[in-house]
């Protein structure tokens, strides 16, 4: 077991391609089939030319575990996830224009319904 | 431990069929799941939609469950009777020990029975993930974070309970929201010898006071005022790495964005910084200051309405 006051240093996964498919494909409790399928339909863009030298970056990370969880929790196959996927980036994108904007985002979608 | 009302949390009568409980789940998992909703709470609300979910749907538990009777009340302090357990065997349900570890103290008392990990096949231990908000700060100077992390562990008697733990991470200089850390070694312990998993940890920071945070680069609302807007200037402007003078173009307006190269995020190549003008009126809250508005009124020639043709 870990003292608390050790300090732990680890690698940033960020937009450079560090993750191999392998790598991803357990990061996201899946095979590596599955991400193949990903990158098939156009969900994942990795760098390289073949499968073995897939190298992927955060975003992918992000995306391919939002895909999971709505494939698992809806039922949903790839397609219908991956127009999921489409749509939620778009309202992402457009929440943070509103933010930034400076308008109460949950005002203007009048998501206070709870 | 608390006591937890299934039916209720599915809103569902207890005389409910298999269907009607698998549409209200259905229905509420598309509602609150954290991937599609933004209001707060709706991953705890999710997680709670899917163990009553995990519970009802299995017939085995939903017996189990109905046995505890109907005179417990959501949230009632809760102790399982003694002779819990006796003459039911659970099998495995549709959550994974990953997802059970997330469901509550009064699930894992009465069905805490999970061994999925014995039988995974994989070679590793499992990955683990989690977010971790930081200071927008930390990006600029690197840092330290504790966070705490409930993980399953398998103990003694090969059951998998949850186990809290604290550590510290450090926060490289440059990070920015949605990267990942990556701690070799620090997921799931790996099955018979074979190695952990990875943590992962999701870089989120902290709503700013001042800056909006877009990728690498940084937007700040900065306030001036009109003769400085009318006539040019040079203004203070803090930045995350301290106090910069800017200037200010003579006739800027309201919107206008300047744009401080290199004073966003640090990185190769480093973030902007945007600093968007907001002109802002003195108030006319003394006679002086009313006198100088009344002057303006009569000697500049100013019709904000041109455009509007009236």
Known sequence: ME???????????????????????????????????????????????????????????????????????????????????????????????????????????????? | MEYKDYYNTLGVERTATADEIKTAYRKLARKHH????????????????????????????????????????????????????????????????????????????????????????HAHGEDHHAKIFIPLEDAFRGGTQTLTLRAPQVNAQGRPELRERSLNVQIPKGVREGQHIRLAGQGAPGIKGTSPGDLYLEIHFHPHRLYHVQGRDLSLSLPIAPW??????????????????????????????LRLKGRGIPGEPAGDLYLILEVVLPQADSARAQEIYHTMAKELAFNPRQALGV
Not at chain 2, 77 to 82: A, K, L, R, S, V
Not at chain 2, 231 to 248: D, F
């Open chain 1, 3 to 114: 003292r608390p006051q050790d300090i732990f240093t680890g690698t940033v996964v960020g937009d450079e391609g560090v993750l191999s498919i392998d790598e991803l494909a357990r990061a996201c409790g899946a095979e590596s089939q599955w991400i193949i399928e990903l990158v098939a339909i156009g969900i994942l863009e990795p760098e390289g030319p073949e499968t073995s030298s897939w190298r992927f970056h955060a975003s992918d990370l992000t995306c391919a575990r939002r895909v999971a969880r709505l494939q698992r929790d809806f039922d949903a196959n790839l397609d219908a996830a991956a127009v999921m996927i489409n749509l939620l980036e778009q309202i992402e994108q457009l929440r943070a224009h509103l933010t930034q904007a400076g308008l109460d985002v949950d005002e203007a979608f009048g998501s206070k319904d709870t």
């Open chain 2, 34 to 121: 954290p991937d599609v909703s933004k209001e707060p709470g709706a991953e705890v609300r999710f997680k709670e939609i899917g163990e009553a979910y995990e519970v009802l749907q299995d017939m085995e538990k939903r017996a189990a469950y109905d046995q505890l009777g109907t005179r417990w009340r959501e949230g009632q302090e809760f102790t399982p009777p003694p002779e819990w357990g006796a003459g039911f065997e659970f099998t495995q349900g549709g959550a994974s020990a990953t997802e059970a570890a997330d469901f509550s103290d009064f699930f894992s008392s009465l069905f805490g029975n999970f061994s999925r990990h014995a039988e995974s096949t």
């Open chain 2, 228 to 257: 400085e807007a009318a006539l040019g200037a040079t203004a203070k402007a803090p930045t995350p790495n301290g106090v910069v003078e800017v200037k200010i173009p003579p006739g800027s307006r309201s919107g206008r964005k």
